[in-house]
């Protein structure tokens, strides 16, 4: 595309929240870049694909609905900084064959970190005792009972990088590692893990749930009332994926029956997490604010490899993109 001088017009490329600077500077050299604004509503989006004709959409954040998608006519690429893309309509990029892509080896470690840590939190108490000590001043020693993890039967949803990830941090616990993904294969499960066919089994079984799948329509709700009711009452539930996985009102009711021990979650249904839910005065849950993988070196990697695969677009290299970078 030329401008009126004859040289060159610089894509567009909208952003819908800050990524890493260094990789953003290297972008700025060769496209046109905006920015949406904090909080950027649906409406909000819409006007920018309307009035900015953007050609490349980076993802951070917000709802990338069919009506966004729908009114940007000049629209070549959508790039997900980072994993999840259950905020983006797949099916009407499809429709309208527009590329997509994500970074999917950027924020496997950050987040199966921070599943273990959240799962150590909770089965020494640590939350307890850090907010009961500062209230009270007090030498709170034997307040609370921690447990170890040593020996416990760890039950894995999903077993993707973050998933098989976990599966080597907790190795040094020797954890009885138990795994239920019905998109692999018998061969795809490592040695280290027994593959559950049924995910009752799981449930009822594992001391730990580690949920690491996908929010689908197949996913959504998975762990509800039923569920809830066959985990041991010893047991956690970590979810570091997508909130909509686990029916939060359910798992609320859990967690104050103490029918299960406890739960550490970085992902909700609503997000940001609604003032008046019950999970804030809850002592037996961990909450973070949706953080697992932005780890510093983690949203490094996001901002790089999104970076790379929008100038490879630019350049007109579409077809050099890696193919596990493709959603579509």
Same mark, same amino acid.
């Given at each position: 595309?030329?401008?009126?001088?004859?040289?060159?017009?610089?894509?567009?490329?909208?952003?819908?929240?800050?990524?890493?600077?260094?990789?953003?500077?290297?972008?700025?050299?060769?496209?046109?870049?905006?920015?949406?604004?904090?909080?950027?509503?649906?409406?909000?989006?819409?006007?920018?694909?309307?009035?900015?004709?953007?050609?490349?959409?980076?993802?951070?954040?917000?709802?990338?609905?069919?009506?966004?998608?729908?009114?940007?006519?000049?629209?070549?690429?959508?790039?997900?900084?980072?994993?999840?893309?259950?905020?983006?309509?797949?099916?009407?990029?499809?429709?309208?064959?527009?590329?997509?892509?994500?970074?999917?080896?950027?924020?496997?470690?950050?987040?199966?970190?921070?599943?273990?840590?959240?799962?150590?939190?909770?089965?020494?108490?640590?939350?307890?005792?850090?907010?009961?000590?500062?209230?009270?001043?007090?030498?709170?020693?034997?307040?609370?009972?921690?447990?170890?993890?040593?020996?416990?039967?760890?039950g894995l949803i999903g077993l993707g990088r973050i998933g098989r990830r976990l599966v080597e941090l907790v190795q040094p616990f020797r954890m009885?590692?138990?795994?239920?993904?019905?998109?692999?294969?018998?061969?795809?499960?490592?040695?280290?893990?027994?593959?559950?066919?049924?995910?009752?089994?799981?449930?009822?079984?594992?001391?730990?749930?580690?949920?690491?799948?996908?929010?689908?329509?197949?996913?959504?709700?998975?762990?509800?009332?039923?569920? &809830?009711?066959?985990?041991?009452? @010893?047991?956690? !539930?970590?979810? +570091? %994926? $997508?909130?909509?996985? *686990?029916?939060?009102?359910?798992?609320?009711?859990?967690?104050?029956?103490?029918?299960?021990?406890?739960?550490?979650?970085?992902?909700?249904?609503?997000?940001?997490?609604?003032?008046?839910?019950?999970?804030?005065? &809850?002592?037996?849950?961990?909450? @973070?604010?949706? !953080?697992?993988? +932005? %780890? $510093?070196?983690?949203? *490094?990697?996001?901002?790089?490899?999104?970076?790379?695969?929008?100038?490879?677009?630019?350049?007109?290299?579409?077809?050099?993109?890696?193919?596990?970078?493709?959603?579509?």
């Amino acid at each position: 595309m030329l401008s009126i001088y004859g040289m060159k017009k610089k894509l567009k490329v909208l952003l819908t929240g800050p990524i890493y600077e260094g990789a953003l500077a290297r972008l700025r050299r060769k496209a046109d870049i905006q920015f949406a604004p904090p909080r950027a509503t649906e409406s909000d989006l819409i006007d920018l694909m309307k009035q900015q004709k953007i050609d490349i959409l980076i993802v951070r954040r917000g709802n990338i609905s069919h009506d966004v998608i729908a009114a940007a006519s000049c629209l070549k690429a959508i790039i997900k900084h980072g994993v999840g893309v259950n905020n983006i309509d797949i099916e009407e990029a499809r429709e309208r064959n527009i590329p997509m892509f994500y970074t999917p080896r950027a924020n496997s470690e950050a987040v199966a970190e921070h599943a273990l840590a959240l799962m150590l939190i909770l089965a020494k108490q640590i939350h307890r005792f850090d907010q009961k000590m500062k209230a009270t001043k007090k030498w709170l020693k034997g307040e609370y009972q921690p447990i170890e993890i040593q020996g416990k039967y760890l039950g894995l949803i999903g077993l993707g990088r973050i998933g098989r990830r976990l599966v080597e941090l907790v190795q040094p616990f020797r954890m009885k590692v138990l795994t239920f993904d019905p998109l692999l294969s018998v061969t795809d499960f490592p040695p280290t893990v027994q593959r559950v066919e049924l995910i009752d089994k799981l449930i009822a079984t594992a001391d730990i749930i580690s949920i690491h799948c996908p929010l689908t329509k197949q996913t959504k709700h998975m762990i509800g009332p039923r569920e &809830l009711s066959m985990m041991k009452n @010893t047991a956690l !539930i970590i979810n +570091t %994926a $997508r909130g909509g996985i *686990i029916d939060q009102e359910a798992l609320i009711q859990a967690l104050q029956n103490q029918t299960i021990r406890g739960a550490g979650l970085d992902t909700f249904e609503q997000e940001p997490l609604p003032s008046n839910s019950p999970l804030f005065q &809850l002592e037996n849950v961990v909450i @973070t604010p949706h !953080i697992g993988g +932005t %780890a $510093r070196e983690s949203f *490094i990697r996001m901002g790089e490899e999104s970076v790379q695969i929008a100038l490879k677009i630019i350049e007109g290299r579409i077809n050099e993109i890696n193919p596990e970078f493709r959603v579509l």
